[in-house]
């Protein structure tokens, strides 16, 4: 039976990441532009975030004001619960 790379990433700590980058518009720095990323990391290190913020300062001209993480940890090892037995339905 073969696991699913999917799988085994969650089991390693990966889930969905969303951050909300606030940064200021190059031409107006007095507003803030509100940009949405979504990807999987592994938290709690967050190394994709990190290169995607090393990129965005290197890059992009508009200088980050602040950034709000959320991530989720559906899966973990300690969900599991193996059980002895087996139960039979016709």
Same mark, same amino acid.
């Given at each position: 039976?073969?696991? $699913?790379p999917?799988? #085994?990433?969650?089991l390693?700590?990966?889930?969905? #990441?969303t951050a909300e980058i !606030?940064?200021?518009?190059?031409d107006?720095?007095a507003f803030? /532009? $509100?940009? !949405?990323? /979504?990807?999987? &990391?592994?938290?709690p290190?967050?190394?994709?975030?990190?290169?995607?913020?090393?990129?965005? &300062?290197?890059?992009?001209?508009g200088?980050?004001h602040?950034?709000?993480?959320?991530h989720?940890r !559906?899966?973990?090892?300690?969900?599991?619960?193996?059980? /002895?037995?087996?139960l039979? #339905?016709?």
């Amino acid at each position: 039976m073969r696991v $699913s790379p999917d799988f #085994l990433k969650r089991l390693e700590g990966f889930g969905l #990441l969303t951050a909300e980058i !606030l940064y200021r518009m190059p031409d107006h720095p007095a507003f803030l /532009q $509100s940009f !949405l990323w /979504q990807t999987e &990391d592994k938290a709690p290190d967050f190394p994709e975030l990190s290169r995607f913020l090393h990129f965005w &300062d290197k890059q992009i001209e508009g200088p980050i004001h602040s950034v709000r993480v959320a991530h989720e940890r !559906l899966l973990k090892p300690c969900d599991f619960r193996y059980l /002895q037995g087996e139960l039979l #339905l016709n």
